[in-house]
């Protein structure tokens, strides 16, 4: 068998403590029936990943090659694949398979299956030369995104776009976010393109610059009230302390989405933050309509992916870089040359 480059996982481990992952050699996976093999040409990390790594959101399996925003090339498929052809640039995502058998996903919900596999938890992902996936679990890449720009997009642009649907922003409506990486600053964008006024409540500096860069109408810290009271609002940090100020942010009746997959815990709040009809909401995963319908989405837009590029060897630094939030926008592996001339900004 043919060996190939990975990032693996044995055991978690906190970065200041080492580093979690081992660069290994692994054996060349073969696609099964409707699976297809791709050739990774960039993969995203993701505050997912950092929570696998160090063992926030439990593996249920090890060892296990993490990466679940993956751009690659079909080179193999599988038996009983159609409509996915040899040379085709392809794009994998959280949501690995869901079991099609539950009440969830009998109702069409299959992001709150039952059983479900995620992409470098339950299954081997893109920190990897390749990756085999169920085929109809994988999304067209169109061709206006460079591989790099479109690997964010894949979990952070995804995530973010079902954020905002639950959020049930209406065109015109002014949307808070709270938090501004990977996933934040491409939601601002999509709303602004709605034609949306957004609020931007970070710590850092930098990131209120970039927010009011992408159009903000305001940037600042969490906890400082101004006199712009939002409709939506959406938390992006896994921090529990931010809840109440999001629901403080919004009018009576308006909405606040919790996008986060691990968060700290939610601190006691006056029944008041909530009364008015307010409405408090987690999202949970994503499914193959948010993926295809954001896709098209963030073409049409076109969507553009602040992202700073690591080579692969470099993914325990990446996972730092993002657990310190030095990171402007969205952090990609690259494992082959961009498509356009651009090269690491750090």
Not at 302 to 327: C, M, W
Request: aromatic letters at 6%.
């Amino acid at each position: 068998m043919i060996s190939l480059r990975a990032w693996l996982l044995r055991e978690p481990c906190r970065l200041e403590e080492g580093d979690p992952l081992e660069y290994v050699e692994v054996e060349d996976p073969q696609p099964g029936p409707g699976e297809i093999r791709l050739s990774v040409r960039a993969c995203g990390v993701c505050h997912t990943d950092l929570h696998t790594v160090e063992g926030e959101l439990e593996p249920p399996r090890l060892p296990v090659i993490p990466g679940h925003e993956v751009v690659g090339v079909v080179d193999e498929v599988g038996p009983g694949v159609e409509g996915i052809t040899i040379g085709e640039r392809r794009g994998v995502y959280w949501l690995h398979e869901a079991c099609g058998e539950c009440e969830p996903c009998r109702r069409g919900d299959e992001n709150l299956c039952e059983s479900p596999r995620f992409t470098g938890l339950h299954a081997n992902g893109g920190y990897a030369e390749k990756i085999v996936v169920p085929a109809r679990y994988t999304v067209p890449i169109p061709a206006v995104f460079d591989d790099h720009e479109a690997a964010p997009l894949l979990c952070a642009g995804i995530i973010g776009y079902r954020s905002l649907r639950l959020s049930e922003l209406q065109p015109g409506e002014r949307l808070a976010l709270f938090g501004f990486g990977a996933s934040a600053h491409l939601v601002l964008q999509v709303a602004r393109h709605w034609g949306c006024e957004v609020v931007v409540y970070t710590r850092s500096e930098e990131h209120q610059r970039h927010a009011l860069e992408l159009g903000a109408l305001w940037a600042g810290p969490p906890g400082q009230d101004i006199p712009l009271q939002a409709d939506r609002a959406i938390t992006f940090a896994p921090a529990g302390w931010i809840v109440p100020h999001a629901l403080r942010a919004v009018r009576p009746g308006g909405t606040v989405a919790l996008n986060a997959i691990y968060m700290t815990d939610i601190p006691s709040i006056p029944y008041s933050l909530l009364y008015r009809e307010r409405t408090l909401r987690s999202v949970a995963n994503v499914t193959r309509r948010d993926a295809v319908e954001f896709m098209e989405v963030a073409g049409e837009i076109p969507l553009r992916a602040h992202t700073v590029l690591y080579p692969f060897e470099e993914a325990n630094q990446a996972l730092r870089d993002v657990k310190g939030s030095v990171i402007k926008g969205a952090a990609v592996l690259v494992l082959a040359a961009p498509a356009s001339a651009a090269t690491p900004n750090r």
